[in-house]
Structure formats: structure tokens, C-alpha cells
């Protein structure tokens, strides 16, 4: 099957995308959604507008069917609206945010989401503890990202499934999930890049499996990856660990070929929903299962 990494972050470097996909072939992965570089107001290292949008569509040249170019926006930016525009017009896949001095529930934010849910384009949020030298976690809480649910045609991911508050995330996650199946149209997935440390992989794959929620279609994997300096070794460490307990907790491949491609192509809007979500309820009577794929 073709795995896709969604989540690499570039920066403000040398572009060398031949070179990306040499290691991500020695990894076994096939493309992936590249980030670009962070925002001004993110941090001193961030870039404008302009020099973002241009190096991130440098890394997907020539390997548009590979590298999916990914803007990194923050609502406080100038003209962030426009830049969203400007972005959809020029080819962009998606947008990233990491809420690293505001809230997502934030006016500010919520317009900029609401824009983008506009242009059919999906976000890709950071969620749960933000190693950045800051007081900036309390942002990334799951719950925090509830008021998502009034945006009309919002797709979006929490990365990490943030980590350490994967059981909120979880949570977070049925209340989508019932909401889509009675009249909403926001979806939320897993974007399960480390983030977890190798302790708590296992305890993660088995709430996500286990907890009755119907969450295949929803599962991506990713890496965390840097673009310029992509390791091979490191990627193949978490498919290899991520395989192990899969056939552990048996997970079938149909999940798999969903959780490493079908659902990333989905989530870029390059692969049609043949499916219908089964609604979580408190009585478990209509509880998701791996047991369905078992028989």
C-alpha cells in the first residue's frame, strides 16, 4: 500500500525535494502534506506571507501527486483573510495553525476558519502539551477546540491526538462523530504523528480501537518530520512500531491501506466519503467494533 506522511514541517531553508523523496522512499513512504515555514507571529524565526506561500509551493513542484504544500497561517497575521484567498487561488491543499498565543473559540480565529471551511480546504491543527519555551499548552487542550462544531464544512485534524490528553481527544471526537451523523457537516480527525512517546503508543492505538467510536475512516499517520532533513530511520521506527501493534490489538489491512493513504487522500479531498459514520450512543448498543472486520 502507499503511505503518506501528513505531517512535515519545513522551514526556512534550502529546498530540495528530490532530496525528500529519496528518504521518504527509503522509509517506504510514498508523499506527504509539507508545511511551510511558520508565521511572523508565531516567533522570530517565522517568515511573511509572501516567502511562506513561495517556498512551500517550491517544495511541491514538479511532485504535485507527492508533495501536498501546506500553509502555515495565524489569524493574527495581516490580511490573514486575504492570504487565505490568495493561497486557494494559487493551488494551496491546506492550512496549518498552531494556537500558540490565542485560542481556536477566538473571534479572530473563527473567521479565519470559517474562510477556509468556505474554500473546501481542511486544517491542521497542533493540539495537546506545545514544546516551545512557552506557557502556550493550555491553548492546545482538545476541548478547547469544541466551538469547531458550529463551523458549517469545516475538516480539520488534531495533531499528536494531543498528547497527553488523548482521552479527551477521544471524547472530543464521539461528540463530532454524533454530530455529523445527525445534520452537521464539521468532521474532525486523528492525526496521530508523534507526539505520544513509544510508552504510550500502545495505550493510544488500544483506546482508539477499543472505545466504541467508529473511527477508521478518521486515523492518519505522520511523523513530525522536517523536510530539509527527513529521517528515514525515525519513520520507518513508527511504522514498523505502529504495524506491531496493529497485528497486536488486530487490526486488518482494509484499516491499515485507510489509516496510511485512504484517509489522507480523503482529508485532501482527492478521494470521495463511500461510507456512513455510525453514531456513538451512551447505551453501546450501536458501538463500533473491530469485531465487524473479524467475521
Known amino acids: 500500500m502507499k503511505i503518506y506522511d501528513m505531517h512535515i514541517h519545513a522551514k526556512a531553508t534550502d529546498v530540495t525535494p528530490d532530496l525528500l523523496l529519496e528518504k521518504m522512499d527509503n522509509a517506504g513512504v510514498f508523499g506527504g502534506a509539507v508545511f ?129 490528553w488523548i482521552d479527551e481527544c477521544i471524547a472530543l471526537y464521539g461528540k463530532f462523530l454524533n454530530a455529523t451523523t445527525t445534520g452537521a457537516n464539521t468532521e474532525m480527525f486523528f492525526d496521530i504523528t508523534p507526539g505520544t512517546p513509544v510508552i504510550y503508543r500502545e495505550e493510544l492505538l488500544f483506546k482508539l480501537f477499543n472505545v466504541g467510536y467508529d473511527v477508521p475512516n478518521n486515523i492518519m499517520f505522520g511523523t513530525d518530520n522536517r523536510a530539509d532533513t527527513y529521517n528515514s530511520v525515525w519513520a520507518q521506527k513508527w511504522i514498523t512500531l505502529d504495524n506491531s501493534i496493529y497485528e497486536k490489538l488486530g487490526v486488518p489491512e482494509c484499516i491499515k491501506q485507510k489509516i496510511y493513504c485512504d484517509n489522507f487522500l480523503r482529508f485532501f479531498g482527492l478521494k470521495d466519503k463511500d461510507f456512513e459514520h455510525i453514531s456513538p450512543v451512551s447505551d453501546q448498543d450501536n458501538a463500533w467494533s473491530l469485531d465487524n472486520y473479524k467475521q
Open 36 to 164: 511551510s515555514n511558520r508565521p511572523i507571529e508565531i516567533g522570530k524565526t517565522g517568515t511573511d506571507f509572501k516567502n511562506r506561500i513561495e517556498e512551500v509551493f517550491d517544495w511541491s513542484k514538479d511532485h504535485e501527486d507527492r508533495i501536498f504544500p501546506v500553509l502555515w497561517i495565524h489569524p493574527y497575521e495581516k490580511d490573514a483573510i486575504r492570504n487565505v484567498r490568495i493561497a486557494v487561488d494559487m493551488g494551496i491543499k491546506a492550512f496549518k495553525i498552531i494556537c500558540n498565543n490565542f485560542y481556536a473559540y477566538e473571534r479572530k480565529s473563527i473567521k479565519l476558519l470559517e474562510e477556509i471551511a468556505k474554500h473546501n480546504k481542511p486544517v491542521i491543527f497542533h493540539s495537546g502539551i506545545l514544546w516551545n519555551g512557552g506557557e502556550t499548552s493550555r491553548y492546545n487542550r482538545p476541548a478547547n477546540f469544541e466551538k469547531l462544531i458550529e463551523i458549517d464544512n469545516l475538516t480539520f485534524s488534531l495533531g499528536h491526538c494531543s498528547w497527553p
